[in-house]
Each structure stands twice: as structure tokens, then as C-alpha cells.
């Protein structure tokens, strides 16, 4: 089975930079996805890590450290529209392959 | 243009009802999914399903069960409504072999049980 952990919530200032944590302890690590939700909306997906190091979309950066059980999405010049739930989920290896969700981060930015 | 498309958006019904969730996605992709998110957002998956395989979280009951008429469609049946059972219902898909895309999810639907 799989532990994720994220904080509940983050506040932040537009145009700033926040750095979310997902710490994860797992048998067969197998991938590693970072998903936004908006509020009554469906996530979507921002990014999937498998192999240690930085991956840049844009304003989006998400890390990975297999060996720590760590990963961080980083979010650049914040916007109001990011105001949103980010969800760490966690692909083990073997069963399956379905990633299991973190219970997400809920980030406010003011202005 | 829907990628992934569930209906209905909202379903109010009465305990001990049975209903129905309909998710199609013209993606072209593999597999496809239903996932269940409580009052405090957690995402849990409920099934996993391609033309090669179900797989069920054990953890759902048997109430819950998916229907796939072909590839694009995978139908949520739901018996006996509870109402522990209101929550948001996501319809998701994904191609095996690209997981860099991650998941599709659909717009979901709001159950809720009376």
C-alpha cells in the first residue's frame, strides 16, 4: 500500500512562488502525477515524474527524489486563477499500476 | 468536443434506489476508470477497465457496479442507494502507454442521496 502526504492547505501572494510537498512511502515506486482541481471542477493533470530530478512546464515545476520519497510541485509568478486543490498521486509497482491520490492541497492566492 | 463526458451532472435521488452514471470518451485511449471523491476531496478509484480487464477496489461494494458496452463507454450502476454513497463521481481515461499525459478526467457527476 501506499502513504501520501501533503499539506492541507498553502497561502500565497500573487506573483510570489510556493513550493507544494507530497511525501509518499511506498513498496514499488512506479511514477508520480501532479493534478490541479479547481472547486466543483474535474483535476487535470500538470505533470508525471518517474525518474529523479526537475521537470519545467512554464510556470510549473514539479521534482522528484525516489530515494527520499519526496516530490514538490513548484508553482512560479502566481496568479489568482491558481487558486486550486493540488493533488499528489502515486503509481506503485505490480497490481494494478492506478495511482493512488493524495488527499490534495487547497492554495489560496491573495492579492 | 468533450474529451471525456459524463452524465448526468447532478442526480438527487431517494435511499434504496438504483441508478445509473454514463461516462464515454473519444479519446481513442485504453482504459477507463471511476473514481469516487468524498466531502473532503480525497480521490479514491473505484474500478479500472480495459477490453482485457476489470479490476475492482475491494473496498467497493458490491452495489457498485460498471458496465462496458465497448471501448469508449464505461456505465456506473449503482443498487440500493445508501446515503453514505453521495459524493462526486469522476469518469476518467488514460492510453497505457503514455502516462506522460496522466488521466482525462471528466466534468463529474454530484450524487446525492435523500
Sequence with gaps: GQN????????????????????YQTSGFNGLFWYQQHAGEAPTFLSYN?????????????????SKGYSYLLLKELQMKDSASYLCAVREEGGSYIPTFGRGTSLIVHP | DTAVSQTPKY??????ND??????QNLGHDTM???????????????????KELIINETVPNRFSPKSPDKA??????????????AVYFCASSQDDSFNYGYTFGSGTRLTVV
Design chain 1, 4 to 23: 501520501i502526504d501533503q499539506p492541507t492547505e498553502m497561502t500565497a501572494t500573487e506573483g510570489a512562488i510556493v513550493q507544494i510537498n507530497c511525501t
Design chain 1, 50 to 66: 518517474v525518474l529523479d530530478g526537475l521537470e519545467e512546464k512554464g510556470r510549473f515545476s514539479s521534482f522528484l527524489s525516489r
Design chain 2, 11 to 16: 442526480l438527487v435521488t431517494q435511499m434504496g
Design chain 2, 19 to 24: 441508478k445509473s452514471i454514463k461516462c464515454e
Design chain 2, 33 to 51: 476508470y471511476w473514481y469516487k471523491q468524498d466531502s473532503k476531496k480525497f480521490l479514491k478509484i473505484m474500478f479500472s477497465y480495459n477490453n
Design chain 2, 73 to 86: 463507454h464505461l456505465n456506473l450502476h449503482i443498487n440500493s442507494l445508501e446515503l453514505g454513497d453521495s
